[in-house]
Each structure stands twice: as structure tokens, then as C-alpha cells.
């Protein structure tokens, strides 16, 4: 199970970002697959998931209604869109995979992509 986020970058306070979380169609299907974030200094958190077979979602509160998490299935490609984002947001960000449904905590997932940095300035 391979995962590679990417989409990263620098972006000013209000302004939106989409990550891409690069997945085979087999991973996409088999796996829930989470959004977490790791800020300087802190523990990592939990963002949103993806919960197969349907890709229902659910999002922590502090980025609810922000952040969407969708699927290109053409591409097997999973999309975190981050809209009108704070200071607060930066970090960087990963995808991972899940055999578990809905989980919300990092341990229950067993396969990471590598992170990207996410940095909003203000």
C-alpha cells in the first residue's frame, strides 16, 4: 500500500490549498483513507476520512465546513480542499490508509504517505 500526498505550499490567511492524496484504485477501495496534520510542537491530529465503500465523511470541528474531502476516480486520486484557511492550519499534512471504518485515531491507521507542508501567513 502506497500512498504520496502532495499539493502543499505557502498561502496567505482566507486563501484555499487542495492536497492530493495518490493512491492505487485498490487502496482506495480496500482502505478508509484519513487526512492528519502535525503542527510544530504538537501531537498529530486527526482532520477528516474518507470511509469506504461510499467515501462518507466526517471532519474534526476545527476545520468543518472549511475542508472537503473528495475522490477522483479516474485518477485514484483522494483530494483534501482546504478553503478559507487560518494560521492555526499550518502544518503538515498526510494521507493514510485505514482497514478500520470512521477511525479517528492515528494508530488505527497502518499505512502513512509521506507529509506535505502546508504554511499560512497572516
Known amino acids: 500500500v502506497q500512498l504520496q500526498a502532495s499539493g502543499g505550499g505557502v498561502v496567505q490567511v482566507g486563501g484555499s490549498l487542495r492536497l492530493s492524496c495518490a493512491a492505487s484504485e485498490r487502496t482506495l477501495s480496500m482502505f478508509d483513507i484519513g487526512w492528519f496534520r502535525r503542527a510544530p510542537g504538537k501531537e498529530r491530529e486527526f482532520v477528516g476520512v474518507?470511509?469506504?465503500?461510499?467515501?462518507?465523511?466526517v471532519y474534526a470541528d476545527s476545520v468543518k465546513g472549511r475542508f472537503a474531502i473528495s475522490r477522483d476516480n479516474t485518477k485514484s486520486v483522494m483530494y483534501l480542499q482546504m478553503n478559507n484557511l487560518k494560521p492555526e492550519d499550518t502544518a503538515v499534512y498526510y494521507c493514510?490508509?485505514?482497514?478500520?471504518?470512521?477511525?479517528?485515531?492515528?494508530?488505527?491507521?497502518?499505512?502513512w504517505g509521506q507529509g506535505t507542508q502546508v504554511t499560512v501567513s497572516s
Open positions: 493514510a490508509a485505514s482497514s478500520s471504518h470512521g477511525a479517528f485515531r492515528p494508530d488505527f491507521y497502518s499505512h
Open positions: 474518507s470511509i469506504r465503500p461510499i467515501g462518507r465523511t
